[in-house]
């Protein structure tokens, strides 16, 4: 052990090889060699800007454990493995400017037999690549004891991280299944304790107004690329592939669905987002209590629930332990259509179409459908797989009032066994009624009519719909009534006492999605000073290979430690003398002045 020290590696041409897979030009097929002077001296980076040349790989001939650190210049996204691993890590720069170099941690691993491989096949050519170096510190016996009984631990295990994979297919190239891999790799020993990968047929289709795609205008290079990337796979083989992959990992592994994915809006309509159901079936649709269509298809309907839990049983036979219901997207998920305007009308000996959306009786109804809906998902779960096999989750908006506002009634989901896991995510969503709508004479009760009026007159919708907020007080209703929690710690009780009834584990999201390190802590500590015990990541594809933001976002399930926690080891800024044979330590030459 004492003749082991640390090994510098910065001449990446020498390094990595075959040889022929390099020049000094930037040709699509070769890596670019480009000299740089850092304060590890003269040394020369890999890039690959345009391209997709193959892989390479370095052997640095090393035995035993080491912590293991990447030197990655600035705006690069870096495909990177030890030849023992199963799959890719995808790594990102902090900073967007060649000129900077970051340290950045990759992992503690035994290199015994080890080389290092790095790929940009299965990234788009037009993202750039640029390595700069590798680092290996060597680690004591006491160092990798420690690391085994750290990345061991489960009282860590706090986060409930969402990896919504359409980014695979828009921003990567994949070859084969083992590619798909990577989506789990980028949560490895972390505090991540469940991931939830998006089953990407809820709004992917092969649909375009033309048969050639080459005949149409995509506003992203992604849009196109997933047109020719999607057909290429068997999606349960891709589901059953990164779910198994994760169980090897030790994670947890549910597959998320989107409630309301059924389309998108303008400018992103005429897409592959379009639902073949939503096409099929306009009587299905979703209606306002003035006979306006929703875009947005009903739970009113058996025929749409039929869908959803033929969709949730097709993705649980990916082996998950969890189907994840999105909610906190795709609102609405029952309005005024005819089942319920006549099943009110059976209840009440009205219609409800002059009542607000949370008028209690309508508001139970709506709750009860969709409640009524989640039992058919549980008996279908059981019926297959066996009596709760398949836990149920639902990732939904801030509060429990929040929620039941949009017909989901989590304390009888709760109740009722329906639902094992909560996600709560910074956002709300509700009637704001504050127009010249109201019937005179009659409290609260809605003048068709002249809600139809203040809707074209109102600019900005008749809709609250807001997220990714830290914190958002009570607000009055159109009646006065004070609605939702005071403050951050009167929604954790909320919450918490739903745990503390019926078992179902709560998780509360942090946005936005990328945020200093310090807002990161700061956030996730408020929660646990307030009485939090787990946290949810929405898209952590996005969060997770920015690996300086990753050393907080990724350990805020260090709940003793986290306060006093030193993420300074994880990343560091390199200093930078000369890139490309030009000096860059003073000025920026290169927009020529």
């Given at each position: 052990?004492?003749?082991?020290?640390?090994?510098?590696?910065?001449?990446?041409?020498?390094?990595?090889?075959?040889?022929?897979?390099?020049?000094?030009?930037?040709?699509?097929?070769?890596?670019?060699?480009?000299?740089?002077?850092?304060?590890?001296?003269?040394?020369?980076?890999?890039?690959?800007?345009?391209?997709?040349?193959?892989?390479?790989?370095?052997?640095?001939?090393?035995?035993?454990?080491?912590?293991?650190?990447?030197?990655?210049?600035?705006?690069?996204?870096?495909?990177?493995?030890?030849?023992?691993?199963?799959?890719?890590?995808?790594?990102?720069?902090?900073?967007?400017?060649?000129?900077?170099?970051?340290?950045?941690?990759?992992?503690?691993?035994?290199?015994?037999?080890?080389?290092?491989?790095?790929?940009?096949?299965?990234?788009?050519?037009?993202?750039?690549?640029?390595?700069?170096?590798?680092?290996?510190?060597?680690?004591?016996?006491?160092?990798?004891?420690?690391?085994?009984?750290?990345?061991?631990?489960?009282?860590?295990?706090?986060?409930?991280?969402?990896?919504?994979?359409?980014?695979?297919?828009?921003?990567?190239?994949?070859?084969?299944?083992?590619?798909?891999?990577?989506?789990?790799?980028?949560?490895?020993?972390?505090?991540?304790?469940?991931?939830?990968?998006?089953e990407l047929r809820t709004f992917v289709s092969n649909?375009?107004?033309?048969?050639?795609?080459?005949?149409?205008?995509?506003?992203?290079?992604?849009?196109?690329?997933?047109?020719?990337?999607?057909?290429?796979?068997?999606?349960?083989?891709?589901?059953?592939?990164?779910?198994?992959?994760?169980?090897?990992?030790?994670?947890?592994?549910?597959?998320?669905?989107?409630?309301?994915?059924?389309?998108?809006?303008?400018?992103?309509?005429?897409?592959?987002?379009?639902?073949?159901?939503?096409?099929?079936?306009?009587?299905?649709?979703?209606?306002?209590?003035?006979?306006?269509?929703?875009?947005?298809?009903?739970?009113?309907?058996?025929?749409?629930?039929?869908?959803?839990?033929?969709?949730?049983?097709?993705?649980?036979?990916?082996?998950?332990?969890?189907?994840?219901?999105?909610?906190?997207?795709?609102?609405?998920?029952?309005?005024?259509?005819?089942?319920?305007?006549?099943?009110?009308?059976?209840?009440?000996?009205?219609?409800?179409?002059?009542?607000?959306?949370?008028?209690?009786?309508?508001?139970?109804?709506?709750?009860?459908?969709?409640?009524?809906?989640?039992?058919?998902?549980?008996?279908?779960?059981?019926?297959?797989?066996?009596?709760?096999?398949?836990?149920?989750?639902?990732?939904?908006?801030?509060?429990?009032?929040?929620?039941?506002?949009?017909?989901?009634?989590?304390?009888?989901?709760?109740?009722?066994?329906?639902?094992?896991?909560?996600?709560?995510?910074?956002?709300?969503?509700?009637e704001k009624l504050d127009g010249d709508i109201w019937?005179?004479?009659?409290?609260?009760?809605?003048?068709?009519?002249?809600?139809?009026?203040?809707?074209?007159?109102?600019?900005?919708?008749?809709?609250?719909?807001?997220?990714?907020?830290?914190?958002?007080?009570?607000?009055?209703?159109?009646?006065?009534?004070?609605?939702?929690?005071?403050?951050?710690?009167?929604?954790?009780?909320?919450?918490?006492?739903?745990?503390?009834?019926?078992?179902?584990?709560?998780?509360?999201?942090?946005?936005?999605?990328?945020?200093?390190?310090?807002?990161?802590?700061?956030?996730?500590?408020?929660?646990?000073?307030?009485?939090?015990?787990?946290?949810?990541?929405?898209?952590?594809?996005?969060?997770?290979?920015?690996?300086?933001?990753?050393?907080?976002?990724?350990?805020?399930?260090?709940?003793?430690?986290?306060?006093?926690?030193?993420?300074?080891?994880?990343?560091?800024?390199?200093?930078?003398?000369?890139?490309?044979?030009?000096?860059?330590?003073?000025?920026?030459?290169?927009?020529?002045?």
């Amino acid at each position: 052990m004492s003749e082991r020290k640390t090994e510098v590696f910065v001449k990446m041409g020498e390094a990595f090889g075959p040889a022929e897979y390099f020049s000094q030009y930037a040709l699509k097929d070769k890596w670019r060699v480009v000299p740089f002077e850092s304060e590890f001296g003269e040394g020369n980076l890999l890039m690959s800007a345009g391209g997709n040349p193959p892989d390479v790989s370095f052997n640095p001939e090393l035995t035993g454990w080491y912590k293991i650190f990447m030197i990655i210049p600035g705006g690069s996204r870096v495909n990177i493995k030890l030849s023992g691993d199963g799959a890719f890590l995808r790594v990102s720069g902090t900073y967007n400017s060649h000129r900077t170099f970051e340290k950045l941690y990759w992992k503690s691993a035994d290199m015994t037999g080890q080389s290092v491989i790095l790929s940009k096949k299965i990234d788009l050519p037009e993202h750039n690549t640029l390595f700069g170096g590798l680092i290996f510190e060597p680690m004591t016996d006491e160092e990798v004891d420690e690391w085994k009984k750290e990345d061991a631990r489960v009282d860590t295990k706090r986060i409930y991280a969402t990896d919504d994979m359409h980014n695979r297919v828009y921003f990567m190239k994949h070859e084969d299944y083992e590619d798909w891999k990577g989506a789990v790799e980028l949560y490895c020993h972390s505090d991540v304790e469940w991931l939830s990968i998006e089953e990407l047929r809820t709004f992917v289709s092969n649909r375009l107004p033309t048969d050639n795609i080459d005949d149409f205008c995509f506003p992203r290079a992604g849009d196109k690329l997933v047109q020719q990337q999607f057909p290429k796979f068997d999606y349960d083989k891709v589901l059953s592939t990164v779910v198994d992959y994760g169980h090897e990992k030790g994670l947890k592994m549910s597959v998320s669905y989107r409630m309301g994915a059924w389309g998108v809006s303008f400018p992103y309509d005429q897409f592959y987002f379009d639902s073949d159901i939503m096409q099929e079936h306009p009587e299905w649709r979703t209606y306002d209590r003035n006979g306006d269509e929703i875009f947005a298809l009903s739970y009113a309907y058996e025929g749409v629930q039929d869908y959803i839990i033929g969709e949730l049983l097709k993705v649980a036979r990916s082996g998950c332990d969890a189907v994840t219901l999105i909610a906190h997207r795709g609102i609405p998920y029952v309005l005024f259509e005819k089942p319920v305007a006549d099943k009110f009308y059976e209840l009440y000996g009205e219609y409800p179409y002059e009542l607000p959306l949370d008028e209690p009786r309508l508001n139970k109804l709506h709750c009860d459908i969709m409640t009524g809906f989640f039992r058919r998902v549980r008996e279908a779960l059981d019926a297959e797989f066996g009596k709760n096999k398949i836990e149920i989750h639902l990732r939904t908006l801030f509060s429990v009032h929040d929620t039941k506002v949009i017909a989901l009634d989590c304390e009888e989901l709760a109740r009722e066994g329906l639902i094992n896991a909560i996600i709560s995510f910074p956002q709300r969503h509700y009637e704001k009624l504050d127009g010249d709508i109201w019937q005179e004479g009659k409290e609260y009760r809605i003048d068709v009519d002249k809600y139809t009026a203040w809707i074209k007159e109102k600019m900005s919708g008749i809709t609250y719909h807001t997220g990714n907020f830290d914190c958002e007080p009570s607000y009055v209703n159109y009646d006065g009534k004070i609605c939702g929690p005071a403050d951050q710690k009167a929604r954790v009780a909320e919450w918490n006492a739903l745990e503390e009834k019926y078992g179902v584990k709560i998780y509360y999201e942090i946005m936005p999605r990328t945020m200093p390190n310090e807002e990161f802590r700061r956030r996730a500590l408020d929660l646990y000073d307030c009485g939090a015990e787990r946290f949810g990541l929405w898209d952590t594809y996005g969060r997770a290979p920015k690996r300086n933001m990753w050393s907080v976002a990724g350990h805020i399930g260090h709940k003793e430690e986290l306060r006093d926690f030193d993420y300074s080891p994880y990343s560091s800024v390199l200093r930078v003398a000369k890139v490309g044979g030009v000096d860059v330590s003073r000025y920026n030459p290169m927009w020529g002045g």
